[in-house]
């Protein structure tokens, strides 16, 4: 199997008898004739597409979705409860509302809105030149605020359960919780 490089080392495509006939060999094709930018403009189609469903059919009318797994196997709030009634109050433009249903969600938008516009932005304007030299160094950094972001999430779901953190759960109602008993 031949493999072809491009100016910097990356391995671009597979030639030879065993890509053509492989089914991973015809996928990587297809997908190599795809856009570039067409993976997050369907991701920010799709995204659109739940905001505007949560917008329209309410979630904190009963019956519209199915309830959280998590909180009906343990009666406990988990990071991500309350996440569909805060975007249904960031669309309508209730920023408090949406504070009270998840905070950690309305914390992290800026973060998201800032990473997907990055992604679209560097998919139909791809960087011409060498990567830059802090490259490696910044790896490093991301791992390092991945961690950071998982001892938030445990964190965040720890202390909403607490009567400490009782400010942290959906409306400020505590779980059905033997904790609370």
Excluded: K
Excluded at 46 to 75: K, Q, R
Excluded at 113 to 142: A, Q
Excluded at 147 to 156: E, K, N, P, R
């Amino acid at each position: 199997m031949d493999e072809t490089a491009n100016d910097y080392g990356d391995q671009t495509r597979q030639t030879g008898p065993r890509a053509a006939g492989a089914p991973a060999g015809r996928t990587r094709a297809l997908l190599a004739r795809v856009h570039p930018g067409t993976w997050p403009v369907l991701l920010g189609a799709v995204g659109l597409a739940g905001i505007a469903m949560v917008h329209f059919v309410d979630p904190n009318e009963p019956g519209h979705y199915p309830s959280c797994p998590w909180l009906v196997l343990t009666g406990t709030w988990c990071p991500g409860c309350g996440t569909m009634r805060a975007v249904h109050a960031l669309s309508n433009l209730d920023v408090i509302g949406a504070l009270e249903m998840n905070v950690f969600l309305v914390a992290m938008v800026p973060y998201l809105l800032y990473s997907y516009i990055n992604w679209l932005h560097r998919s139909f304007r791809p960087r011409t030149g060498p990567p830059p030299p802090w490259t490696r160094r910044r790896r490093i950094l991301n791992a390092v605020w991945l961690w950071s972001l998982l001892v938030g999430i445990i964190a965040f779901w720890i202390l909403r359960n607490t009567p400490i953190g009782l400010f942290l759960a959906p409306g400020g109602v505590p779980a059905v919780s033997p904790m609370y008993g």
